[in-house]
């Protein structure tokens, strides 16, 4: 059994930074980050290979920076200038044969 374990999460002001990280308890394949705001459907904010390749939302992209340690199996998302609409529950999602979900942790960023 694959366990994702999120930190970083919590309360900030606007144009402020956060770092999340997610452990996981193997060497995984692809992982990301996913998150859902009150009342919306999760969606998706930025990927990475076991590579190094990286993909984002357009809404991100020029404010995070997703990567991963492979020696650790961890992976982060460093967050700047973030926004009130970047207020959600972050999930942290990896691969190995099929998909896995961290329990998620909550950003709140303060207007």
């Known amino acids: 059994q694959v366990r994702l374990v999120e930190s970083g999460g919590g309360l900030v002001q606007a144009g402020g930074s956060l770092r999340l990280s997610c452990a996981a308890s193997?060497?995984?394949?692809?992982m990301g980050w996913y998150r859902q705001a009150p009342g919306k459907e999760r969606e998706f904010v930025a990927t990475?290979?076991?590579?190094?390749?990286?993909n984002y939302a357009d809404s991100v992209r020029a404010r995070f920076t997703i990567s991963r340690d492979n020696a650790k199996n961890t992976m982060y998302l460093q967050m700047n200038d973030l926004k009130p609409e970047d207020t959600a529950v972050y999930y942290c999602k990896a691969w190995w044969l099929i998909d896995y979900w961290g329990q998620g942790t909550q950003i709140t960023v303060s207007s």
């Open positions: 990475v290979t076991s590579i190094g390749r990286t």
């Open positions: 193997r060497t995984m394949g692809t």
